[in-house]
């Protein structure tokens, strides 16, 4: 049984740039949590998709948007890049009781 | 509004010796709480948690926590260090809030473990 996987495992852009993130969870898991891990810090929740609807969202701006797949994997879009948002986006599955984060894409904007 | 304070930054320890990292949270309604280990270019990895019950809680690779609502501490415990224990660890508080599968996690700053031979 794979666990929560994640693409791409790196990437780079340039400010001003837009990036998309995927994300697919643990086989029955139907909620997937997005994360934002700046160098240094402790994961910040961005959001949080259900029945491909977002049900939480954490305190990022509306240039963080995203979006739940019939089949429960998610995708995290990022418009307008901005250096600050250089950091490693980690996405966890869930299902009750339990919750599986995946190794995180790294992203640099420069 | 849920927070956790993560005491150390970085906490050194020798082969063999306890280690003790602490955290303490904040929490309006009764916590669910974590703690993660990362290591270095990784995902977080679920040590133990802890969401009703017995209020001391034992996790993976010999490490235990103890819920103290008094203290609103959870502090993560392991009697004797392994090299391989070296990494970054973070506490974590979420809710139960409305019923459903876990809601956000809220993290620590994370404590890094140093383990020396």
Same mark, same amino acid.
């Given at each position: 049984?794979?666990?929560?996987?994640?693409?791409?495992?790196?990437?780079?852009?340039?400010?001003?740039q837009?990036?998309?993130?995927?994300?697919? /969870?643990?086989?029955?898991?139907?909620?997937?949590?997005?994360?934002?891990?700046?160098?240094?810090q402790?994961p910040?929740?961005?959001?949080?998709?259900?029945?491909?609807?977002?049900?939480?969202r954490?305190?990022? /701006?509306?240039?963080?948007?995203?979006?739940?797949?019939?089949?429960?994997?998610?995708?995290?879009?990022?418009?307008?890049?901005?250096?600050?948002?250089?950091?490693l986006?980690?996405?966890?599955s869930?299902?009750?009781?339990e919750q599986?984060?995946?190794?995180?894409?790294?992203?640099t904007?420069? | 509004?849920?927070?956790?304070?993560? @005491?150390?930054?970085?906490?050194?320890?020798?082969?063999?010796? @306890?280690?003790?990292?602490?955290?303490?949270?904040?929490?309006?309604?009764?916590?669910?709480?974590?703690?993660?280990?990362?290591? /270095?270019?990784?995902?977080?990895?679920?040590?133990l948690?802890?969401?009703?019950?017995a209020?001391?809680?034992?996790g993976?690779?010999?490490?235990?926590?103890e819920?103290?609502?008094?203290?609103?501490?959870?502090?993560?415990?392991?009697?004797?260090?392994?090299?391989?224990?070296?990494?970054?660890?973070?506490?974590?508080?979420?809710?139960?809030?409305?019923?459903?599968?876990?809601?956000?996690?809220?993290?620590?700053?994370?404590?890094?473990?140093?383990?020396? /031979?």
């Open positions: 049984d794979a666990g929560v996987t994640q693409s791409p495992t790196h990437l780079i852009k340039t400010r001003g837009q990036v998309t993130l995927r994300c697919s /969870p643990k086989s029955g898991h139907d909620t997937v949590s997005w994360y934002q891990q700046a160098l240094g402790g910040q929740f961005i959001f949080q998709y259900y029945e491909e609807e977002e049900r939480q954490g305190n990022f /701006p509306d240039r963080f948007s995203g979006h739940q797949f019939p089949n429960y994997s998610s995708e995290l879009n990022v418009n307008a890049l901005l250096l600050g948002d250089s950091a986006y980690l996405c966890a869930t299902s009750y009781n599986f984060f995946g190794p995180g894409t790294r992203l904007v420069l | 509004a849920q927070s956790v304070t993560q @005491l150390g930054s970085h906490v050194s320890v020798s082969e063999g010796a @306890l280690v003790l990292l602490r955290c303490n949270y904040s929490s309006s309604v009764p916590p669910y709480l974590f703690w993660y280990v990362q290591y /270095p270019n990784q995902g977080l990895q679920l040590l948690k802890y969401t009703t019950g209020t001391l809680v034992k993976i690779n010999g490490f235990e926590a819920f103290k609502k008094s203290e609103t501490s959870f502090h993560l415990t392991k009697p004797s260090a392994h090299m391989s224990d070296a990494a970054e660890y973070f506490c974590a508080v979420s809710s139960n809030a409305g019923g459903t599968s876990y809601g956000k996690l809220t993290f620590g700053q994370g404590t890094i473990l140093t383990v020396h /031979p």
